[in-house]
Structures are given as structure tokens and as C-alpha cells.
């Protein structure tokens, strides 16, 4: 594939109709750029990662109560923890540390064969895939808090940027050198020339192995492998990485047109008049995208996309399920640290 998917769109140069897979036509992109992926591997290849599960009974889970598996500093653990927030649900918390590639552990892979957080765990059953949980959690505790009510008219434009959050390419942007950009710690310095995702293609390859009478764990290594490497090609090819910064601005002026003409400017949100799961998937975006420096390359310091942002950053349900969470060094360095020396004397093995 060339380029991200589209199905039924125009091409944005001459309206050419466009099969999925495409968000130009070939006369219209530059040949450098024809073969780069643009979006996440989630977004674009249901075949390479298994499907999302919905309150599936597992053995391996917690039996009784709300579990949350995530990440602190993890986008798509932001959002659910932020759904969880606006839910007013209490749920208990199993940070698992990336870093330290506990998304690999097998007493983690057994409940999340994607080797990816966030998992939700209800009464010993697996939710997975970070909208489809947010949208468990809405169906199942929304009504009663009366929370993400939409009208149905509402709802599929919900939906659309929902799916437009979701499709752009965070983790490249977050991995990729960005020429005159500074990542902040703990980002800066993984990065370099997709050494980070080579070191987890290395992982994986020694775990197939270890593992290799395991059907379970092999088939879930070796899918992860697949997606790692399909997405560490977006690291490391020439022009990529400038390829996704255009393609992510060409949906932030999407984003600005649909704020102008939107709910947002009659005082409501992004795409209904309350708050919606199209907030909650912009909030940790736009939070993610100003951490990392990028905001002066993709939108206007004074303009409605940040009077946007500081709206979402200023809801309680932000700053409890986000903001709190960002505390690198509690929330993430300290945790590591007392892992690491609980597993030097011995005390601490398998997650
Ligand atoms: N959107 C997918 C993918 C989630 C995802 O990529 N999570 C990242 C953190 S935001 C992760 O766990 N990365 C660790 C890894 O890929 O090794 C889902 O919700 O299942």
C-alpha cells in the first residue's frame, strides 16, 4: 500500500475517485512519497493485528472488578482513562511499563495477544482496542451518568472524528527525527534511527524462540513482530516522517474548518453540542502533538484549534485521567526503578 486509506474519497488535487488505500492518485503524488505509510498499521491493516475483543471471558484476568491496564504517558491510555474519568467509574490501575517492554510479558500477552495497552478487564472479561472500549464503557455506563449522549444525527459525525483522531500517525511523529525538533524525556534519544523499534524487533524474535511451543504466545509474538516492523519502515524511510507531517496537517485544517463551522463555535464541542468520545480522542491528540514540540510546524498558536485545546486541557475529566498522569518522574521513572530493583533481589519475575 501507498499511502493511507480513503475508500470513495476525492483526491485532493484533481477529485479523482479514489479506491480504499489511497489518498491520491498516482499522477497527483510525488513518486518519493508514493510507497510511504502515513497511518498506523491499527487503522489500516485489520489483518496484521487481532481483532478488537468485546468483554471476553478470560482466565488469565482479573475476576472480580474494573481493571485498566495502561501505560501514564500512552495516548490511547490517556483517552480511556479520561473515558473512565467522565463515567465517574472506579477502576483499579496496572501501570505497565513500555519502557521496560512489559507489553510482552506473557501474563500480559495472555489477556492482550496485541502486546498493547490499554486493556480493559470487567468481571474477569477482555475489552481491547482503545475506541472500542471507549465505546463499552459509553454504552455501558453513559446512560446512567447520563455521559456521551448524542443525538443520532450527531453521532456519525461523532464518529467520523472519532476514526480521524484514531488514523493519524502519532506513534511516528512521537519515534520519528523531526528535523529542529527536541523531543522531551523520556522521548528524546529512543528515537534515533528507529533504534527503538529494532530493539523490540529483537525482543520479539528472542521471545518467538523461547516461546516457540507455546501456540498462544508464538502466534501473538509473531503478529506483533509483523506490526513493529511494517511500522519502523515509517521511521527510518527518507521523506516518510515529512510525508506524515503534511498528511497531519491536512486533517488539523480539517479540524479547524469543522471548528468554525461546528458546534464548537455555537459553544458546544467538536461534533455535538455536549461533550463527546470525539473530544476525548482530540483532547490527548492535541496534547500529545503540543508535548512534543510540534504545534508551531502544524497549527497556529492563536487560532481556534487552541482555544479548542485549552478548552478540552481545562476539563476536570482531562486532568485527572491526562495531566495527573504526566508526572514522568512519579508516575513513570519511580515506578521503574523500583521494578528494576525488585527484580534485581529477586522479588519481582513475570508481571
Ligand atoms: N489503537 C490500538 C493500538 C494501541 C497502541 O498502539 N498502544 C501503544 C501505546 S499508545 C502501545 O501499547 N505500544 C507498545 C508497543 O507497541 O510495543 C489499540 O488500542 O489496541
Redesign the pocket.
Known amino acids: 500500500m501507498w499511502a493511507s486509506q480513503a475508500g470513495g474519497a476525492l483526491c485532493g488535487c484533481c477529485r479523482y475517485l479514489l479506491s480504499a488505500g489511497y489518498i491520491s492518485c498516482l499522477c497527483c503524488v510525488d513518486p518519493l512519497v508514493a510507497d510511504l505509510r502515513l497511518k498506523?498499521v491499527?487503522a489500516t491493516d485489520p489483518a496484521l493485528v487481532d481483532a478488537?475483543l468485546t468483554d471476553v471471558p478470560n482466565q488469565w484476568a482479573p475476576a472480580k472488578g474494573i481493571h485498566l491496564y495502561h501505560?501514564p504517558l500512552?495516548?490511547?491510555?490517556q483517552k480511556v482513562r479520561q473515558g473512565l474519568e467522565e463515567l465517574g467509574v472506579k477502576w483499579h490501575s496496572h501501570v505497565i511499563l513500555?519502557p521496560l517492554?512489559q507489553?510482552?510479558s506473557p501474563s500480559y500477552v495472555r489477556i492482550n495477544s496485541?502486546?498493547?495497552?490499554?486493556t480493559l478487564v470487567i468481571d474477569g472479561n477482555v475489552s481491547?482496542?482503545?475506541?472500542n472500549?471507549l465505546n463499552t464503557l459509553a454504552s455501558r455506563f453513559g446512560p446512567t451518568n447520563k455521559c456521551f449522549e448524542t443525538s443520532e444525527e450527531e453521532g456519525a459525525c461523532v464518529n467520523d472524528w472519532v476514526d480521524r483522531a484514531?488514523d493519524l500517525f502519532i506513534?511516528a511523529l512521537t519515534y520519528g527525527e523531526i528535523e529542529g525538533v527536541k523531543k522531551p524525556f523520556p522521548i528524546g534519544g529512543a528515537s534515533k534511527g528507529g533504534s527503538y523499534h529494532q530493539k523490540?524487533v529483537e525482543l520479539l524474535s528472542g521471545l518467538i524462540e523461547t516461546y516457540k511451543n507455546d501456540p498462544t504466545l508464538r502466534a501473538a509474538y509473531e503478529k506483533?513482530r509483523a506490526?513493529?516492523e511494517a511500522t519502523q519502515g515509517a521511521m527510518v524511510t527518507a521523506g516518510q516522517i515529512s510525508a506524515i507531517i503534511t498528511a497531519t496537517k491536512a486533517e488539523l485544517v480539517e479540524l479547524q474548518t469543522q471548528l468554525q463551522t461546528g458546534p464548537f463555535n455555537k459553544g458546544g464541542w467538536l461534533a455535538s453540542d455536549t461533550f463527546s468520545l470525539a473530544d476525548i480522542q482530540w483532547g490527548a491528540v492535541l496534547y500529545r502533538l503540543r508535548w512534543l514540540g510540534l504545534q508551531p510546524l502544524l497549527w497556529e498558536e492563536d487560532s481556534i484549534i487552541s482555544a479548542y485545546a485549552e478548552k478540552l486541557f481545562a476539563r476536570d475529566s482531562f486532568q485527572k485521567g491526562v495531566v495527573q498522569w504526566s508526572k514522568v518522574g512519579r508516575k513513570v521513572v519511580l515506578p521503574a526503578i523500583r521494578y528494576k530493583l525488585l527484580k534485581a533481589i529477586g522479588l519481582m519475575r513475570d508481571l
Open positions: 498506523p491499527y478488537p501505560f500512552s495516548l490511547d491510555s513500555l517492554q507489553q510482552f496485541r502486546c498493547v495497552v490499554p481491547t482496542d482503545t475506541i472500549i484514531a506513534e523490540k506483533k506490526v513493529i
